[in-house]
C-alpha cells in the first residue's frame, strides 16, 4: 500500500511547527479537517503514533443514556414524585 506511507517534512506556520497529512491518509481513518486526535510516544521508540479520538461513539452512548433516563422519568414521573415526599 504506496499510498499509506510517505515521507513529509515538519515545517513552521505561525508559531507551531505543522505535519501536513496528504487527505488520502486521512480518509483511511476517518479523519477530517477539524477531527480530534491524540498523540503519543510509546516508551522506548523514537515515533509518534496519532490515533482518531472516537468522540463521536461516547457522544452517541451519552445521548442514548440521556434519552433512557428522560423515557424512565415521563414514565414514572408521578411515582418518583411521591417517592421524594
Not at 483511511?28 to 490515533?51: D, M, N, W, Y
Not at 451519552?62 to 415521563?74: K, N
Amino acid at each position: 500500500m504506496r499510498d499509506r506511507v510517505q515521507i513529509r517534512r515538519v515545517f513552521k506556520a505561525g508559531n507551531s511547527l505543522v505535519i501536513a497529512v496528504p487527505r488520502k491518509l486521512l480518509a483511511a481513518v476517518g479523519l477530517q479537517e477539524g477531527s480530534p486526535v491524540t498523540f503519543e510516544i510509546p516508551e522506548e521508540k523514537r515515533e509518534i503514533v496519532i490515533k482518531p479520538l472516537q468522540v463521536r461513539e461516547e457522544r452517541a452512548k451519552e445521548q442514548e443514556f440521556a434519552s433512557l433516563v428522560e423515557d424512565f422519568i415521563d414514565k414514572y414521573e408521578a411515582l418518583l414524585r411521591e417517592l421524594a415526599k
